[in-house]
């Protein structure tokens, strides 16, 4: 055999070591993307369920629409600093705007995200409609994240009215299944 087929065949070999090792890296690097997002998905789901987050969420429906009657309190939001007694509307809308980045930068899947969450994400921007009117004349770019993620909500809502798969049976809600 001669030294250039000696050669050709050490660079065909070379070139499959590496084409196997660059496939390897990639489905290392999908895992890896998958376990991140596993664990992002946990962390807002406990942040979810938290009772401090569901106190915020009572809050933004009961006392929210309350305390924006009061004439004092939009002046209180057009002031450089958040209303301390507003605080907990707050919570909620920085939780979302984190959540709607993560869904953004792909760290977290927006068919998973808006599966799970699509209705409380629209029920939290609905109910944060007055403040964020109120506070986008001083940042106009106020919780844009979470904005986005509300679109991306009420778009999954439009396209999939269900997020059960169609075609597949329901089980009965009247009896219980037989075994």
Not at 32 to 39: P, V
Request: proline share 6%.
């Amino acid at each position: 055999m001669s030294a250039e087929w000696v050669t050709a065949i050490a660079t065909a070999g070379t070139f499959v070591v590496i084409a196997a090792s660059a496939l390897a890296a990639v489905l290392q690097l999908r895992h890896t993307r998958g376990s991140n997002q596993i664990i992002a998905l946990t962390e807002c789901r406990e942040k979810l369920e938290s009772d401090e987050f569901q106190e915020a969420r009572a809050f933004l429906s009961l006392r929210v629409p309350q305390l924006m009657k009061d004439p004092a309190m939009e002046r209180k939001l057009e002031e450089p600093f958040f209303p301390a007694e507003l605080r907990p509307a707050g919570y909620v809308a920085n939780f979302f705007e984190s959540m709607g980045a993560f869904v953004r930068y792909n760290i977290i899947d927006r068919r998973i995200a808006c599966d799970l969450w699509c209705s409380v994400v629209i029920s939290c921007w609905n109910a944060l409609l007055p403040i964020t009117r109120v506070r986008r004349k001083i940042d106009p770019g106020l919780w844009e994240n979470f904005e986005y993620l509300a679109v991306l909500s009420q778009e999954f809502i439009e396209r999939y009215p269900t997020s059960y798969p169609s075609g597949m049976r329901r089980m009965s809600i009247e009896e219980p299944v037989s075994q």
